[in-house]
């Protein structure tokens, strides 16, 4: 077997498609995998792209006897290292046939740049930080993944642990029937937290989404701060991912809490466009697909909630059960029937603790690896 490796130009839009694409042939038969829209990978690997601008890449493809048959992203994270006060680098965009000698070649590729670029760490998989798609399924391979959540086969995990990466930490995935309701305890706190009348609540408004979204970084940046991966994004890179949201958000799904008139939390939950995109199986949106998008959100009967903060000050005072409450109604009420919550570190008792008392029920899990460069 001959396998060579070909340094991606991030410039050139056909070795861009032939990077982004592969993933079609990967996954080639595999009743799993839900494909992205061809548009939004390509968005994501456009230099253009906000991220970037605190960031350097490098891309490789391997060929096998003149076949593509893998790939992998390094990443210099640069707002990464400076936040955290590291020397991390970064991996993702990983996918690759079932065969040792092509992964075992990206991975050293990979390391071999960061080391080279003054990195003591490798950690990933990340499309391209913590802010995005990330973490390697290892856990609930059965279920279709949900909007901007990660899925692989199987194997790839005996890659990573035959080159020595250890767990950094796991992300885990709760499953929520909507018909079982809140219990009745959750209810009741939220119900006496809003008798207060120092917190009120209100929907996302697309009519003022620039000022939303300036409070939604606002919270996000206060909340994460100290959570393990953070890397706060820029505000145009937040602005960017918000805009791109945008086109998707259902508004009553999207809660803003505030205290006595000032913002002080809120949850992000997205209806699972992936039930639309699994129909629409080349990714691309002309001639069909874009039908199968507009008249196929009706038809969606799950959701995800990608995020749920709290301002630091305000903690404690019982706002995110509020939060989960109203989200819940407004979506059992739109049709929605399961709900994932997803992801939540593994160690963050604060977060898992309410899901489970709510009657979340763990059903994937997702990790992040690590490794020493030295």
């Known amino acids: 077997m001959a396998i060579k490796l070909k340094e991606i130009n991030l410039s050139n839009k056909k070795e861009v498609k032939e990077f982004a694409f592969l993933p079609w ?5 595999d009743a799993t995998w839900v494909p ?3 548009l939004s990978l390509l ?48 991996f993702g965009f990983f996918e690759t046939i079932q065969n040792d000698e092509v992964a075992i070649s990206l991975i050293q590729q990979a390391e071999l740049w960061l ?4 990195m003591d760490k490798s950690v990933g998989p990340v499309n391209p930080s913590t802010n995005y798609e990330c973490g390697l399924l290892v856990e609930g391979f059965d279920d279709p993944p949900q909007l901007m959540m990660t899925y692989n086969p199987r194997y790839y995990l005996h890659f990573f642990e035959d080159m020595k990466y250890a767990k950094a930490k796991d992300l885990l995935a709760y499953q929520f029937e909507m018909a079982k309701g809140m219990p009745s305890k959750i209810v009741r706190i939220a119900e006496r937290v809003e008798k207060s009348k120092k917190v009120t609540y209100r929907q996302i408004s697309t009519k ?28 145009e890179e937040f602005a960017h991912t918000a805009k791109d949201m945008k086109q998707i958000v259902e508004p009553k799904l999207i809660i803003i809490a505030e205290v006595d008139g000032e913002p002080a939390g809120f949850i992000v ?20 697909g874009i039908f199968k998008l507009l008249f196929g959100k009706k038809d969606i009967r799950r959701m995800r909630v990608i995020t749920l903060g709290t301002k630091t000050k ?30 939540v570190l593994e160690d963050n008792l604060d977060m898992n603790k309410p899901i489970v008392a709510m009657g979340g029920i763990p059903y994937k899990k997702y990790r992040i690896f690590e490794k020493g460069l030295s």
């Open 25 to 29: 042939k990967i996954y080639r038969g």
């Open 36 to 38: 992205q829209l061809k």
């Open 43 to 90: 968005e994501m690997l456009d230099q253009k792209h906000p991220f970037y601008e605190t960031a350097q890449v490098k891309c490789w493809i391997a060929e096998l006897n003149g076949e593509p048959a893998g790939r992998i992203m390094a990443v210099v994270n640069q707002n990464y290292n400076k936040y955290q006060e590291e020397k991390t680098g970064f």
């Open 115 to 118: 080391k080279s670029n003054g």
């Open 208 to 235: 003022h989404w620039d000022r939303d979204i300036k409070i939604l970084q606002d919270i996000y940046n206060d909340a994460w701060e100290k959570n393990w991966g953070f890397v706060p994004m820029t505000p």
């Open 269 to 288: 939950a997205l209806p699972d466009y992936n039930q639309i995109f699994k129909k629409i199986p080349n990714g691309k949106l002309l001639p069909t």
């Open 314 to 343: 305000f903690r404690k005072m019982g706002i995110e059960t509020v939060l989960y409450h109203r989200c819940w109604e407004n979506a059992f009420n739109s049709g929605i029937e399961e709900c994932e919550m997803s992801w």
